[in-house]
């Protein structure tokens, strides 16, 4: 077990918290979490490319001319893909790109995302994320005292709305929950901080 430090919003420590080291101190898999990242940009990715066949270009379906006698070649559609204007062959078609990715690697790589920023000085356990209103700059004053420079990742319970009101409108601050946390988030953010319940649950969750 290890001890981390909690503070307030005015980064005064005002007690601590037990966690775990099969969690926030496992060793590091790099491969985990490149294949998480892989797994969730494959997931959102839109596969809604096109290129029309035979079947869908415009044009008549009738011959143009007759099989015989003639003398040019015989053809069937005007829609052929040997003509000009005619169907693609084996053109891109609108398709899924997401696959399955195995709960335990998925937990795995979350595991080593937080162990990473723990052992880089990057995490910050914050007592609650309590704000009085829904305005922006009550939650900059709280970010300036913990060094919110560049991309910050907060992480609570869900339902604190006074948090996602003033954080939406912040640049490279992201509110997450602890439900909904992936290490892609844990590996883009520069600071994290996580309130003393959503850590309490997260461990519970990610525990072995």
Known sequence: MMTLDVVNAQNEKVGAVDVRDEVFGVRVNADLMWESVVHLNAKERRGTQMAKNRALVSGSGKKPWRQK???RAR???????LWRH?????GPQPRDYSYRLPQKML???????LSVKLAEQQLAVIDE????????K????????FDGGGAVLLVDLPGNRNLELSSR???GVELVSNRELHPYHLLQCRRLLISRPAAERLQ?????
Not at 75 to 81: A, D, F, H, L, Y
């Open 69 to 71: 006698g003639t003398g």
């Open 75 to 81: 053809v069937g559609s005007i829609r052929n893909p």
């Open 86 to 90: 005619g169907g693609t062959v084996f």
């Open 107 to 113: 937990l795995g790589a979350l595991r080593s995302a």
């Open 129 to 136: 994320f309590k704000l009085d209103s829904h305005k922006t």
């Open 138 to 145: 009550s939650l900059q004053e709280i970010l300036d005292r």
């Open 169 to 171: 409108n912040l640049e």
């Open 204 to 208: 519970e969750a990610l525990a072995p």
